[in-house]
């Protein structure tokens, strides 16, 4: 179990050795920011919401932020009590504060919840394209050295479980009002 964790902790030091340049942490900065509270997802699932034609897919999005919500950040995180990577990695500076546990990710777990709920309730363009930045979201974590990688893998697994079980709740329920 020690060489996993030595094994998480050493991705993210060669992460900051060998990938870290002006741009990219600029970038990645821009990346990790963009999520900050569940933002950009909230604010996609309810502009979703207002168009006819697309309002299950809102309402898919808005549903799998509430289940990673509740599900990662407060049953799991405290549940686990995992300490962020900075504090526990001797070496790693982060680039961006954070506060709370670490596992799992909350930034990565949201942005799976929502980019899977798209693909999944009949978005797949939306859906593809969320996941693309879910993706540069879920690697900014790493980067900027707040996450350890298990984190943003956690976060993608529970992220994409609350978009799959979100869209398919959602459909249910629309086929049985419409019925």
């Known amino acids: 179990m020690e060489q996993f964790i030595a094994l998480d902790g050493g991705i993210l030091l060669w992460i900051q050795e060998v990938l870290r ?25 309810i502009a979703l919401c207002i168009p006819r034609k697309t309002r ?21 995180k405290p549940l686990i009590g995992r300490l962020r990577p900075f504090h526990v990695v001797a070496g790693l500076n982060n680039l961006v504060a954070a506060r709370g546990y670490s596992f799992p990710s909350g930034h990565t777990g949201s942005s799976f919840a929502s980019a899977s709920a798209l693909w999944r309730a009949g978005c797949p363009r939306a859906g593809a394209a969320a996941m693309v930045l879910a993706v540069l979201i879920g690697f900014s974590r790493l980067y900027v050295g707040v996450h350890f990688p298990t984190d943003v893998l956690g976060g993608i697994a529970l992220g994409c479980a609350c978009g799959m079980a979100s869209a398919e709740l959602v459909r249910k329920i629309c086929t049985r009002m419409h019925n």
Do not use: D
């Open 21 to 45: 340049t002006p741009l990219l942490t600029a970038l990645m900065i821009f990346f990790t920011r963009l999520n900050n509270s569940g933002a950009i997802w909230i604010a996609l699932g």
């Open 56 to 76: 299950m897919a809102g309402a898919a999005v808005l549903l799998a932020l509430a289940l990673q919500l509740l599900i990662g950040e407060m049953l799991l």
